[in-house]
């Protein structure tokens, strides 16, 4: 299962850390990506970290302003979001998949657990 959390109504330039908590399950062999979705539009990939190997994977669209990464310990991946702007605003959400291809990694057919979203809404 799978957790997400941390969203919230933020203005622009300002900063949220969303946090995806994974139980039941190690996250060995796992990717983990963020995906957002945006009223009338599909969901996107965001973000995506191979649990194992800590390589981290970004859309062009965040790179430079999102980074995530990933706390062994408590089995948690974390999406630390700077200078938002309004088109960031989405519905969050947090996948795994196993062994995950990195060709494959940005598709959320390539994820078989997925969180329940959180609201990122970013506004003046």
């Known amino acids: 299962q799978l957790q997400a959390s941390g969203g919230g109504s933020v203005q622009p330039g300002e900063s949220l850390r969303l946090s995806c908590a994974a139980s039941?399950?190690?996250?060995?062999?796992?990717?983990i990506g963020w995906f957002r979705q945006a009223p009338g539009k599909e969901r996107e990939f965001v973000a995506a970290?191979?649990?194992?190997?800590?390589?981290?994977f970004y859309a062009d669209s965040v790179k430079g302003r999102f980074t995530i990464s990933r706390d062994n310990a408590k089995n948690t991946v974390y999406l630390q979001m700077n200078s938002l702007k309004p088109e960031d605003t989405a519905v969050y959400y947090c996948?795994?998949?196993?062994?995950?291809?990195?060709?494959?990694?940005?598709?959320?057919?390539?994820?078989?657990?997925w969180g329940q979203g959180t609201q990122v809404t970013v506004s003046s």
């Open positions: 996948a795994a998949g196993l062994r995950i291809i990195v060709s494959m990694i940005r598709f959320p057919s390539s994820y078989d657990n």
């Open positions: 039941g399950f190690t996250l060995d062999y796992f990717a």
């Open positions: 970290v191979r649990w194992s190997a800590g390589s981290t």
